[in-house]
C-alpha cells in the first residue's frame, strides 16, 4: 500500500486547564483543602492571603528581576506581548479579581466554633521500638528484634515466617541469626503492650490475652481451655461439641464466651497512627435545624482567604507609565501576566467549587428534607446520581466527585454524603421506596430477634413481605451481607 497524504478535520472534546484544576479541586476534602491552596501560594508569587492589615506598598516581587540575566527566556512570545491589554490587569477597585473571601458571614458565631481537629500520636511501631529499649539487648541482638519489629502489620500480627525472617537479616543486614534465637525475641516481644502483639494468627493472639488475665480466676484457664483445643469449634457457634468435650453447663460456657469476646482481636489497631477506625472526620457541610427550616452552610474553617498580589499589580501600573520598553521589560511582563491568569484560574476555580458545593448539597438536602428534619432512615427517598445532575444541571461525574469524598454534620450525626444515595424498591402498593428504608427494617429485625433462635433469610423475607416490600429472599441475603450481619448459626446465643 502507498504512502499518502490528506487533511483531516475532526470535533474533539478536550479538556482546559481551568477545568482540570476544578475537577481535582472538587475531589479534595476540606480537611485537605488548606494544604492544598497553600501548595498554591508557595507556586505562585501573584497569589497572596488576603488580610486587614496587608501593605498596599507591597514591593517584594520586584526583586524577582532585579539580577535577572539579558538571556533570561520566557514562555510568551512576541505576539503575545503585544496582544497585552494592561488595563485589564490594573483596574482600581477591581473586587472580583483581587477580593476572595471563603469565610460565612451570615453565621460567625457557628464558624468559631467548627474547629479543625488534628492528631497527634506515636505509631505502633514507635511504641514497640521504644519497649525494646527496655530490654537489655546487645547491638546485634537489637538488630534482630527491630526487623522482628518492622514486620509486624498494622494489626499487630506478626504474618511474616520465620525462616523469611532470617533471610532478610542475612541479605540485608549480614547478620546470621538461628530460628530458635528468633522465636526466643518473638516471645519477649509478645509480652509487650497492647496485649496480643506480635501473634502469627487470631487464635494466638486471643490465647496471648488470655495468658495476662489468667490470676482472676478458673474462668480464663477454661476459656485458654476452649481456644486451645477447640478453636474451630467455637468460631463456628458448635457450642454443643465444647459442652460435650469439656464437660461443663451452659453457665460455664455463657463465663467463657463473656470472656473471650471482652478480648481484642485487632491489638494494634487501637494503637498511634493506624487507628484508621477511630481517625477524625472533618465535615464539608453543616446543616442546622432552624425551628423546622433547614439551613446549610459550607465548613470553610481554617481555609485562608485569597488575593492577587497588589505588588505585581503595581508593576504593571509602572510599566504603563513608563515610556522606554527594554527586552527585560518585555520579558518581566510576560511572566507577571502569567502568573496573574494563573492566579486568576485558581481563585476563581474555588469560587466555583464552593458554587457548585453548596448547589449539590443544596440539592440533596431539599431531596432528602424529611431525613434531615427527623434523622429517620426509613423516611429517606430513593436518590441516584442522576437525580441530583438532573436538578442541578451538572454532569453526573461531577455530582459523584463531590459525593464520593465530602461529609455532612447534621444534629443526628455526621454521614457520608454516599448515605443518601440508594436504589429503589417497589411495595405491594406499587409506591417505590429506598433500598435503606429496607436495610434500616432488616437491621431492626435482626437487633430485636431472639438470639437463641434468629430469624433465618427465609423467615427475614416472609416478615418483609407482610410488610408489603416485595423482596426476594436472595436479595435479602445480599442486604444481610452489605450490613454485616453474619448468618442466623453464627448470630445464636445462649
Not at 500500500?1 to 476534602?29: D, G, R, Y
Not at 485537605?32 to 505562585?44: A, D, F, P, T, V
Not at 461443663?248 to 487507628?275: A, F, R, T, Y
Not at 501600573?317 to 492566579?343: H, M, N, P, T, W
Amino acid at each position: 500500500m502507498a504512502l499518502s497524504q490528506s487533511l483531516q478535520q475532526k470535533l474533539l472534546q478536550k479538556l482546559s486547564p481551568q477545568q482540570i484544576q476544578l475537577m481535582k479541586l472538587l475531589q479534595v476534602p476540606t480537611a485537605n483543602l488548606e494544604e492544598r491552596i497553600k501548595e498554591e501560594l508557595e507556586e505562585n508569587p501573584a497569589l497572596e492571603l488576603s488580610e486587614e492589615n496587608h501593605d498596599e506598598n507591597f514591593e517584594e516581587p520586584r526583586d524577582e528581576f532585579e539580577n535577572a540575566d539579558d538571556d533570561y527566556e520566557t514562555e510568551g512570545s512576541e505576539d503575545e506581548y503585544e496582544n497585552i491589554d494592561i488595563s485589564e490587569y490594573v483596574q482600581e477597585g477591581d473586587d472580583e479579581i483581587a477580593d476572595y473571601k471563603l469565610r460565612d458571614d451570615n453565621y460567625p458565631e457557628l464558624e468559631d466554633k467548627q474547629v479543625m481537629p488534628f492528631k497527634i500520636e506515636n505509631s505502633l511501631h514507635d511504641s514497640l521500638v521504644d519497649q525494646l529499649g527496655m530490654l537489655d539487648l546487645d547491638d546485634r541482638t537489637q538488630k534482630i528484634a527491630e526487623q522482628i519489629v518492622g514486620s509486624i502489620d498494622d494489626d499487630g500480627y506478626l504474618r511474616r515466617e520465620t525462616t523469611s525472617i532470617m533471610d532478610d537479616l542475612a541479605f540485608r543486614q549480614n547478620i546470621i541469626a538461628t530460628e530458635e534465637e528468633i522465636e526466643g525475641l518473638i516471645r519477649k516481644i509478645q509480652h509487650f503492650d497492647p496485649p496480643g502483639i506480635c501473634a502469627r494468627d487470631l487464635q494466638e493472639c486471643l490465647l496471648l490475652q488470655l495468658e495476662r488475665k489468667l490470676k482472676e480466676g478458673t474462668e480464663v484457664k477454661l476459656a485458654i481451655e476452649v481456644l486451645s483445643r477447640y478453636f474451630d469449634e467455637f468460631t463456628k457457634k458448635h457450642y454443643d461439641k465444647i459442652q460435650r468435650g469439656l464437660n461443663i453447663d451452659d453457665d460455664q460456657l455463657k463465663s467463657v464466651i463473656n470472656q473471650i469476646i471482652k478480648l481484642n482481636p485487632k491489638p494494634g489497631g487501637n494503637v498511634g497512627e493506624v487507628n484508621k477506625a477511630e481517625s477524625y472526620v472533618v465535615p464539608d457541610f453543616f446543616i442546622y435545624n432552624n425551628g423546622g427550616k433547614l439551613e446549610l452552610t459550607l465548613n470553610s474553617k481554617n481555609a485562608p482567604d485569597l488575593r492577587i498580589s497588589e505588588g505585581y499589580r503595581d508593576m504593571l501600573k509602572e510599566y504603563d507609565k513608563g515610556s522606554k520598553k527594554d527586552k527585560r521589560q518585555k520579558e518581566a511582563v510576560l511572566f507577571i501576566k502569567q502568573k496573574i491568569d494563573a492566579a486568576k484560574w485558581f481563585i476563581d476555580a474555588i469560587k466555583q467549587r464552593q458554587q457548585t458545593l453548596m448547589m449539590t448539597m443544596q440539592t440533596i438536602m431539599d431531596y432528602q428534607k424529611e431525613f434531615f428534619l427527623t434523622g429517620d432512615e426509613t423516611t429517606l427517598r430513593p436518590m441516584i446520581l442522576k437525580d441530583i445532575a438532573e436538578r442541578t444541571g451538572l454532569d453526573i461525574s461531577t455530582v459523584s466527585r463531590v459525593a464520593n469524598s465530602k461529609f455532612v454534620q447534621t444534629e443526628f450525626g455526621t454521614y457520608r454524603l454516599k448515605f443518601f444515595f440508594s436504589e429503589s424498591l417497589s411495595t405491594e402498593s406499587g409506591e417505590e421506596v429506598s433500598t435503606r428504608e429496607v436495610k434500616k427494617i432488616l437491621s431492626d429485625m435482626v437487633e430485636g430477634e431472639n438470639k437463641r433462635k434468629p430469624l433465618s433469610d427465609e423467615r427475614l423475607t416472609e416478615l418483609l413481605q407482610e410488610k408489603g416490600y416485595n423482596i426476594a429472599r436472595r436479595t435479602v441475603a445480599k442486604y444481610r451481607e452489605q450490613l454485616n450481619i453474619p448468618v442466623a448459626r453464627l448470630r445464636k446465643e445462649l
